[in-house]
């Protein structure tokens, strides 16, 4: 078993690692660091009245002591490589998590602050797998003992695995324009005000409009000379909006390919029969089928589809043409697991299974 | 004072357009009719436990008895022209919609069983208000002694009059991308279940689509030999979900202009100037400014804008460069005000003032 | 393995019972029946869209044909006995549920119809086990080959099983004052109007409170010649209201004793020491502690603890001194599983274990 | 006009005060008072994006320049007294109100502060409007230039006014058990967090009970030698929860009475019939009527009742026997408007008129 950390642990996120984690076959939760005000209390009590999940605290980790983030010296002898669910400004994550790199404690990290530093691969496995190439190269130039690595965007995860499937049977899509609609666990803990995600719909999240647009690049591009190359061949409009569901994100796509247009038929089929690195080598918390196509005219619904496949699988469905573009359809994904700690986890199962962390 | 009637009286829109009638200084409800159930109590009794408006019912309609919808001649001698928001099939709709019309009892409909009926015109009084000519011919050629009018489905409303603010001023639009966000008041009694509107989104609504996709190109239509005929020089794909919010359908929108592209200046000066004549001619239900467009980057949301100018404004937000289209932007306009029963007395009181209902 | 049927399996409780049966240990679902409109379809087809869980429809029964429920010879040689989970009127259910077992169909059943039948059983079988005793004097006198059991209504689930730990150990309860906050999910399809759950609370719910406040006297009675003596010591006045929650009653209570009054201290420890013969036969569906109680001020809460032990559990919190009465607390238990589907089976478990079912 | 000032006023309940101020005939908003990090700010600036209101900002307010609360020399010569609706502890609202009241500018709060001080009075004008006798004893003995004058709780307002309605009828009152279902508003921004009020209840308000029990023998109370000598002789158990509702605080009664017992009859008439000073003074936000009793069973509802007479009345349903007590029923009040900012300006328009401030 190999002895993890988790930063901001005690945060929405990070709570939903210290679940997931439970009986992991790989990883076992040994460090968990949040903010010097929960340090030197055990994780039980730090959480105390602010444990969301439904499921109860894991025994191991209640009695774990909570260190503060900020002193990497914490974690050293702790665990081998931390996850990261820090919510800072970008500026401080990036040196915190600078800061463990350096030292020997590998970053698998949620937070947007290194998605686009050149030679931090964004990784979603069943799809840019290759992109751990840049690690070495990272370690070297950086001098450091251990490395960074992140993942995108929760709102990404709805249509860029679909989107993947039919290029990579050769359909180029050359345009996108996406309407999100986001759930409030998004938001992470007191960032949308209650009243507000009651009977309301709010147009704006700040931000995420350009993750959505520009990650996909990043996930497509190619990694030459240690650096990774964006494909931006892609050109996406996303619309971002807050609903009030509590997790799970839907996003209405409309797309137009270039010349090689796809059948409804093969759209389908290659949704349903795509598989993966993850799938191949068979990761615990790779989804059997990553895309999930639905029949039914009322599907996906973040209540009944968000779960699927432990909540790592996209669900999708009402596939019809466009009256504009060629093809739309309705994609959903879990933005706390599959979109962030779920998807962190793959990541480091990815990793470690390709020999960086041990 | 003209006296009304209202057929569908019991429903939620039938409830809406009792309310918004209090006190309307034209016209006076005398006239309430529903499915025979409810034919033969008080209006009081027929809603006793449905009344789903904060506002008492008012104390002239309560003690109205509610008649058979189907038996025309209840109508006769009560009033001079009706409300139609009768909720059955499109078949029953019609015939039930002519009788009263070839009896003399005109019609102005929320229905949308006649909305493609070549010479009945489908009214947004800020558009198309000409449109109003083909009744004479309607009349004529059915010969009856009454007419019927319809509105459009109340997702348009979002978005049909920002766009032909743009169009009239010259900036020909070419395609439009839409994704809506609706109420559940939109469905109705009963028609989405309970269950299904908490934490959860629908991404589907019967029929709403293609509403949404071909109405506009009869509003945007001219009179031509007493037809309308339609404008459909904008291609239009629409994405209709149902959210859990009550009242409100809110909308994102992509715009592609055709050669002459507006600054972003101009559209929204073009916006925040747009007036037509229901303003012209004062109607009471006329908003005073149809277009409100918000500079703040979360507006609009449908809790806090849905009811701006007693409901009958559509507000907009967001305005800003499409990466994929020219533009886009926000709408929220309330699918029971202006989307239903306060666009049909908008409707009636403009027919009023042509002299079409006396 | 028993073969078993569900009739009313489609409704939303009978799905909850299709759910709940996958892969248990005594039962196999190879019977599903409903009303008229959904025979001759398979089962996978009689719910398209309708379908409320996230979980799948087990593959056995989605291929089952749905039979019409009012024909118990379709159930003869496919079934030893049912779940009966209709949604009819009063008679027409007693009646259903009477030919089922007159014709050697044993009905386990969630219906209100049989409740205050005087030789029926209204189990819960952490309290009344020993209440199985009158089925063979219910089957003798009405000549049946078959028998009916009940289950009390789901509001109950909340309160019944704390103040039973305490009256087991001597401290006899005089009066209770409760207030329910119950999930919609208790109402069925359609029973509540969609928009009336959004940014509300509905004070009523039809023949609940009497429910309530009636049941518990049937349930802590004791058998005498063939009958059920009720207990009608503790007097219950209860104000039952449905809130905006998805699935879990919560009820806050009040509670006088009579002369023997525990301290705080003792009646946490009766609750979490408290176990009773399901435990002790260790049924399948039986929680390994029936009573779950919180120390957070905060808790029970429905969304985090409604699943508490596979939704079979009831789970309390914040018992503190009344100003007026007592004592007071929280309790909160999940409709649909323990107050419905699931102590269904925990009744069928425990029935068939006493040798009752075959 | 007299001029008056809000301190608090960027917060939820200091913005419903600017806009229910709007327009008002005794009080015009000349100063506006918040934390230092909003001094300097134009009030509109200051509220940005935080605005909770679905009206817009008064014109004359939005351009006010923000000063900084705790400086009360910046007051002076603005404003004639304050309404407080500052959110900060005990003590140093308190310092805070007293520095205000010692210089001059006298305090109509809505903080708890200083609901138990002895010399303050905690008005409810139907109720106690002689208490505001002891004023002139709270200014001589602190040599205060003006004064201070409290209102209770939001939660009070749904039972308060019904209760002492029948007591100056007679019919004492010897024990109430109250359950309440409160909105989130309640909650000032950012208390609850928003996933916590999706799908729950949160059955736990800090220091909520305590107030609904105690506050009630103070208004109840009577005024000698300049203090308000209690009148506990009502004993009250309080369960305060929360739940997702936007605005109206929802309760469940049960009442026992003492030797005299009124009929079901009398009691709704007592209701209906109840007026007091503020309805014979007619002050402007003086409910027509404070009470107003349904008859349908599924009222009052928050959604349909909570605005009733401009959200100042208090809604009644379902007075029915209890098995219990005597009688139980339903209450339910705005806590915003009555509740709050409403219940502050009905408390200043009474000072105003018993020429308390000039």
């Known amino acids: 078993m190999i002895p993890v950390g988790i930063i901001g642990a005690t945060g929405m996120v ?74 800072m400004d970008k500026e401080r994550t990036k040196e915190l998590e600078n800061s463990y790199a350096q030292e020997g404690i590998s970053v698998v990290s949620n937070n947007s602050a290194h998605r686009f530093t050149e030679d931090v691969p964004m990784l979603v496995p069943e799809i ?15 001098n450091w003992k251990g490395f960074i690595c992140v993942k995108p965007n929760c709102s990404v995860q709805s249509y860029i695995t679909p989107i993947y499937a039919l290029e990579k049977a050769g359909f180029k899509v050359k345009r996108m324009i996406i ?37 996909p690049a990043k996930i ?9 190359v964006h494909d ?15 997790d799970g994100h839907t996003a209405t796509i409309s797309v137009e390919f270039g010349e090689k247009k796809p059948s409804k038929e093969e759209i389908i089929a290659l949704w349903k ?23 039914e005219d009322n599907r996906p619904q973040p209540r009944l589809d ?4 432990k909540g790592m699988a996209v669900s999708l ?15 959903l994904s879990h933005n706390t697991i599959r979109g962030a700690a779920g998807g962190g986890i793959l990541n480091a199962e990815l990793l470690y299974k390709k020999g960086f962390l041990k």
């Open 179 to 215: 309407s999100t609609m986001q759930a409030v666990s998004g938001a992470g803990f007191n960032t949308v005000e209650d009243m507000d995600m009651q009977d309301n719909v709010i147009p704006f999240i700040g931000g995420e409009e350009e993750k959505s647009e520009y990650e």
């Open 128 to 142: 840019n797998h290759d992109h751990v190439s840049i690690i070495s190269e990272q370690m070297k130039q950086r």
């Open 317 to 331: 469905g009402r596939l019809r043409e466009c009256p504009v573009f060629d093809y739309r359809f309705v994609g």
């Open 220 to 228: 497509l591009g190619k990694i030459e000379d240690g650096k990774c």
């Open 306 to 309: 968000r779960d699927a496949d």
């Open 232 to 246: 931006d061949s892609i050109k996406i409009s996303a619309h971002c909006n807050r609903v009030p569901v509590i």
């Open 273 to 295: 029969d795509f598989k993966s690195v993850p799938q191949e080598m068979d990761l615990p918390f790779a989804p059997k089928q990553p895309i999930i196509y639905h029949d």
């Open 14 to 87: 990070g709570q939903k690692y210290i679940h997931l984690l439970e009986n992991h076959p790989y990883f076992e939760v040994r460090y968990v660091a949040a903010s010097p005000k929960s340090a030197g209390k055990s994780y039980e009590e730090a959480v105390k009245g602010r444990w969301h999940l439904s499921q109860d605290i894991p025994a191991k980790v209640k009695s774990l002591t909570v260190e503060d983030a900020n002193d990497v010296s914490k974690a050293k002898g702790k665990c081998s490589f931390v996850f990261s669910a820090v919510e």
